[in-house]
């Protein structure tokens, strides 16, 4: 019976359930990471975005950022990071995507203090089903890292040599078997052209781009599709026909 309980004890059951008011509230809040773990997020996405202004202002290259970029990924904890992007919800999303090739899904982070509230890098994921791919093109004028979230997927890339009126002649640098916590990166001067096929019933891959890093540069920021079953020319090389998206899809869609 309360009436019979000692102040001191009821004064522990109280806050006691004031504690568990507070997590319920917490939860409702949306706000459902450990605090243990947020510091860590915190850190991680601001280390991401100083990197994305230091390349854009110069102070490194872009091989640099490709390097420092993936080392970061490569240390992310996933089970925080699904935590982080609200996984489930997307996890819903790729399922209800019909279309050829992969479903481009946004990845907010949550605003809470600590996290720059603008980002200088882009953000989102791709989901995909078996036998679906991120089809084969390069960019200009952008970097990009990729983290693969979920599933197993053929990742290729190729240096762009290049630039011809119809063609890339483009070099494969690339060709792996990637899982969760893979990372891989592209910019104007390393690995420019990326295709990831999904080996598995699904797969997700988060991944950041900056544009703007090759001041300059004349080219639209952009896809550039093409297709790697070109002709085969010396030293391993491939003359790849530039196509329009719509044949991309078709072809490895
Ligand atoms: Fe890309």
Not at 143 to 168: M, N, P, S
Not at 208 to 222: M, Q
């Amino acid at each position: 019976m309360e009436s019979k309980l000692g102040r001191r004890e009821f004064t522990q059951r109280a806050l006691g359930s004031l504690l568990t008011f507070a997590l319920i509230d917490t939860v409702r809040a949306g706000d459902v990471f450990a605090s243990a773990i947020r510091p860590l997020m915190r850190h991680w996405i601001a280390d991401l975005d100083a990197l994305g202004r230091e390349v854009k202002d110069r102070k490194i290259k872009q091989v640099e950022w490709q390097a420092k970029v993936e080392e970061l990924f490569s240390k992310v904890d996933l089970a925080d990071f699904l935590k982080l992007i609200d996984f489930e919800t997307i996890v819903k999303k790729g399922e209800a995507y019909k279309g050829l090739g992969a479903a481009s899904l946004s990845a907010n982070f949550p605003q809470v203090e600590g996290i720059p509230t603008k980002l200088i890098f882009g953000r989102q994921i791709f989901a995909l089903k078996k036998g679906r791919s991120v089809v084969p093109h390069g960019h200009n004028n952008m970097a990009t890292c990729f983290l693969i979230l979920k599933g197993q997927l053929q990742g290729r890339h190729y240096d762009r040599l290049e630039d011809q009126k119809e063609h890339l002649i483009i070099s494969p640098t690339i060709d792996k078997e990637f899982g969760p916590g893979g990372t891989s990166s592209i910019s104007d001067v390393k690995d420019n052209i990326h295709w990831f096929k999904a080996l598995s019933d699904s797969a997700f891959i988060f991944n950041i781009h900056l544009i703007g890093v090759s001041p300059g540069l004349k080219a639209p920021t952009g896809r550039v599709y093409v297709d790697p079953a070109g002709e085969k020319l010396e030293g391993g090389k491939i003359r790849a026909r530039l196509i329009e998206h719509d044949e991309a899809d078709k072809l490895y869609g």
